[in-house]
Antibody, heavy 117, light 107 residues
Framework: QVQLVESGGGVVQPGRSLRLSCAAS????????MHWVRQAPGKGLEWVAV????????YHADSVKGRFTISRDNSKDTLYLQMNSLRAEDTAVYYC??????????WGRGTLVTVSS | DIQMTQSPSSLPASVGDRVNITCRAS??????LHWYQQKPGKAPKPLIY???NLQSGVPSRFSGSGSGTDFTLTINSLQPEDFATYYC?????????FGQGTKLEIK
């Protein structure tokens, strides 16, 4: 079954770290660029980061640059998002998504990150 | 960075109506424009890619048009399951960006 499954979300205090994972199955993970997209409660979609299929190139949104790092392990078919120095405004559902010719054709169900003291 | 602006933000409509949702880019993005549908508590679902191509499995009452800076998502003969929030997204340049969303509500 073609799917993406995120994990690692939870409640964390401001300033702390969290690592999200996204496990891919049912397709050749190593051939696709992958993204993280987030959605704050009651808000719209915000793109977070992208990584090339081989992991050699990555790009992060200005809002997370220097604090978040996207990575992948193609041997494990897994995408990661390391989130450091978390802020209240990082509270959101985080989705991983596969890109097909520019659009997100496959999404995970999301994992909720709540940053609160 | 490219800004995407959708209108309207909220759209009351009735079952059977035909509705249009527009998306404007801050610069030309050719046809690198995609549409998604999102229901509460669910991940976004792709509807239209590259301005006018229907994603597999999406009903033909959905259609997309436009190029350059102005795009439209049209839904013909609204069905109860179509009441949701719709987002446009550009992939012309990184960072990719989304519109702020249009909530299609029952009138």
């Amino acid at each position: 079954q073609v799917q993406l499954v995120e994990s690692g979300g939870g409640v964390v205090q401001p300033g702390r770290s969290l690592r999200l994972s996204c496990a891919a199955s049912g397709f050749t993970f190593s051939t696709y660029p992958m993204h993280w997209v987030r959605q704050a409660p009651g808000k719209g979609l915000e793109w977070v980061a992208v990584i090339s299929n081989d992991g050699g190139n990555e790009y992060h949104a200005d809002s997370v640059k220097g604090r978040f790092t996207i990575s992948r392990d193609n041997s494990k078919d897994t995408l990661y998002l390391q989130m450091n120095s978390l802020r209240a405004e990082d509270t959101a559902v985080y989705y991983c998504a596969r890109v097909m010719t520019g659009y997100f054709d496959l999404w995970g169900r999301g994992t909720l990150v709540t940053v609160s003291s | 960075d490219i800004q995407m602006t959708q209108s309207p933000s909220s759209l009351p409509a009735s079952v059977g109506d035909r509705v249009n949702i527009t998306c404007r880019a801050s610069q030309s993005i050719s046809d690198y424009l995609h549409w998604y549908q999102q229901k509460p508590g669910k991940a976004p679902k792709p509807l239209i890619y590259s301005a006018f191509n229907l994603q597999s499995g999406v009903p033909s009452r959905f259609s997309g048009s436009g190029s350059g800076t102005d795009f439209t998502l049209t839904i013909n003969s609204l069905q109860p399951e179509d009441f949701a929030t719709y987002y446009c997204q550009q992939s012309y340049s990184t960072p990719v960006s989304f519109g702020q969303g249009t909530k299609l509500e029952i009138k």
